[in-house]
């Protein structure tokens, strides 16, 4: 017996039968949806949207502003990016990874000393909620 495992790549096609479904049937049909799609699940339908394809997700360069917001966030809410991510317009993955960037330049820039970027500086010493 094989089995048979849904997948690969996206195609653009795919991503476009993805976007009608979820204009015509909303976004807690996934199974349905699903089934307009031969090579995908319904979990890999509900990810593709909500990690890629929802156009309320961001995909432009960070601001000052959302960096200072995922920052606070990030203190008072560690290691939560599911909650965070919808707060700030990002994925949970975007958040993780621009937090994770942001700690990687405050480290960077204690250990050049005087002169450091101000989001930088405010992470520098600062707990790691990752």
Do not use: F
Request: proline share 4%; glycine share 6%.
């Amino acid at each position: 017996m094989r089995i048979m495992i849904k997948g690969g790549v996206w195609k653009n096609s795919e991503d476009e039968i993805l976007k009608a479904a979820v204009m015509k049937y909303g976004k807690n049909q996934w199974a349905r949806i699903s089934s307009l799609l031969v090579r995908k699940s319904a979990k890999q339908c509900k990810a593709r949207w909500y990690e890629w394809l929802d156009p309320s997700i961001k995909k432009t360069e960070w601001t000052r502003e959302e960096e200072e917001k995922l920052l606070h966030l990030a203190k008072i809410m560690p290691t939560q990016w599911r909650t965070i991510a919808p707060i700030v317009g990002r994925t949970a993955a975007q958040c993780l990874e621009h937090y994770e960037k942001l700690l990687d330049q405050a480290q960077k820039a204690e250990e050049d000393g005087p002169g450091e970027d101000t989001a930088a500086a405010e992470l520098a010493g600062a707990d790691d909620p990752r």
